[in-house]
């Protein structure tokens, strides 16, 4: 079955720490996107992709940092400078090129300070 | 700035209790709106798109409806499996979404 892949499905920082954060998908979609979701809040977007080898920052990019080397394959590093790191991460991966395709989103990854 | 507010942020109903939960939205070139369901732990799943004022989607208990500035979730005759976080979700002219804070629904037998 297609879908996207995240993983772990909990994960848990040090102090002074990068984490990495993982994000397959089989759907051929050539976008791909990082949200944090925090309780009572909705998804804000930290860095997107349109296309292999590039990527833009989203509202919240401080402290992140990724890479697109594959289309299938999107992570996600939090680094020691984001000061408050806790919370739940989605990718999500929709076709480009018409607008009426939704974004599709795997299960999550919780992620939290040690 | 895109903004969406989503109400309330807590329903709870018994089942069989038809209501309502709101989606405003303002949105710089408004293109399609979409509703997800989230189950506790999981990520969004897809549920309906919207394209233009006056447009209703339907799928089971569930009908989205939408306006220039609102869009509306009716749940008719809810049942307890229906209990989930509702997101809303404008598009935007740079086909980027903003995220509502979402409707919790419980939803008791």
């Known amino acids: 079955d297609g879908g996207i892949t995240q993983s772990p499905k909990y994960l848990f920082r040090k102090e002074g720490q990068n984490v990495t954060l993982s994000c397959e998908q089989n759907l051929n979609h050539d976008a791909m996107y990082w949200y944090r979701q925090d309780p009572g809040q909705g998804l804000r977007l930290i860095y997107y992709s349109q296309i292999v080898n590039d990527f833009q920052k989203g509202d919240i990019a401080e402290g992140y940092s990724v890479s697109r080397e594959k289309k299938e394959s999107f992570p996600l590093t939090v680094t020691s400078a984001q000061k408050n790191p806790t919370a739940f991460y989605l990718c999500?991966?929709?076709?480009?090129?018409?607008?009426?395709?939704?974004?599709?989103f795997g299960d999550g990854t919780r992620l939290s300070i040690l | 700035e895109d903004q969406v507010t989503q109400s309330p942020e807590a329903l709870r109903l018994q089942e069989g209790e038809s209501s309502s939960l709101n989606c405003s939205y303002t949105?710089?070139?408004?293109?399609?709106l979409f509703w997800y369901r989230q189950d506790p732990g999981k990520g969004p799943e897809f549920l309906f798109t919207l394209y233009s004022a006056g447009e209703e989607k339907e799928k089971e208990r569930l009908k989205a409806t939408l306006t220039k500035k609102e869009s509306f979730l009716h749940i008719t005759a809810p049942k307890p499996e229906d209990s989930a976080t509702y997101l809303c979700a404008p598009n935007n002219a740079g086909n980027m979404l903003t995220f509502g804070g979402g409707t919790r629904l419980m939803v008791k037998p």
């Open positions: 999500a991966s929709r076709v480009t090129g018409s607008s009426n395709q939704p974004q599709h």
């Open positions: 949105v710089s070139g408004l293109r399609g």
